[in-house]
């Protein structure tokens, strides 16, 4: 079961702004920085998705209708079901961070990677993965202010506006330029990858640096921990068995079946990193501390899935493996994708 390097990275990032936290001028110099890393994040975001591609792809809009009802329906379903277990289980402040976990769009690239491992809809896991996340630029927000409310901390009627300034509007912008910069961003993919890494570690320090300097670490104890864990581990299989047979008993095929399963159960970091940094401010850390330790458990239990469904007969079901798919195009897509945060 891989352990994902950026995790890694993530945690001590965490432990850099416990030891070093950005006070003062530093603060509002890493805050400032963390702000133009994030709205160029998305302008790379939209200068990447391929409109050509997105358009092809709603000819499946019924596999796309049922991420995203996943992705943006039962999950929050599911996240509102466990304000039960506050106090007992969760404190308010996880609570929330737990609730805008399940507000968050789908992966992209590890969508991709583990659907083409389990020779599913790749082509259908990208489209998926895609539409999530440009959905989850206007969704997330407004989901975000009808359930959330004044619970989210730093959360306000003004924090939608600043998605939309800061997140939306470089999206728009890199579709509009993508003309003219879309070879360019092919040309240097694996460097604006660390880009796109260092900007989330970025928003991370500053995040956790406002948190210790609150000093809102002291809520947060092992137990609680581990209880968060434990119902995040509850959650992701809860998602996991809803994806994979509700989408037999709505009449998908295999190939579209495992691509359902992998977009539709998982969530993104690199979208709700940003947002929660803007949503909850200074409450940001705890905020995400949920979403990062989902991130990881999904990426460990759906490596294991992707294995075993790859052992499939190709007939398994009665049909092609690969659904929507040229034979062979998902063998073709392992061999050159591993599993990334997305």
Known sequence: MPVDPYIVALLATVGVAALVPARGGAADAASGASTAAVSFLFFLYGARLSTREALDGLKHWRLHLTVLAC???VFPLLGLAAK????????PALYSGFLFLTLVPSTIQSSIA???MARGNVPAAICAGSFSSLAGIVLTPLLAAALLGGTGGGFSADSVVKIVVRLLVPFVAGQLLRRWVGGFLSRHKKVLGYVDRGSILLVVYTAFSEGMVQGIWHQVTPL?????????????TVMLVLTWYGAKRLGFGRGDRVA????????????????ASILFGAHASLAVLPLM??????LMVCAVIAKRRSR????????????????GGARRTAAGTAPRSG
């Not at 039960?84 to 404190?91: A, F, I, M």
């Not at 359902?260 to 947002?275: C, D, E």
């Not at 330790?293 to 999904?298: A, C, E, I, K, V």
């Open 84 to 91: 039960g277990l506050v106090p007992y289980v969760l404190t």
């Open 224 to 236: 609680r921990l581990l209880a968060l864990l434990g119902v995040e581990a509850v959650l992701l």
């Open 312 to 327: 499939d007969p190709v007939g398994f079901g009665g049909e092609e493996a690969v659904s929507g798919a040229r034979p």
């Open 260 to 275: 359902i399963q992998f977009a539709g159960s998982k969530k993104s970091l690199a979208a709700g990193l940003p947002m």
């Open 114 to 116: 583990f659907t083409s």
């Open 293 to 298: 330790l989902f991130h990881q458990m999904q």
């Open 71 to 73: 992705t943006f329906v």
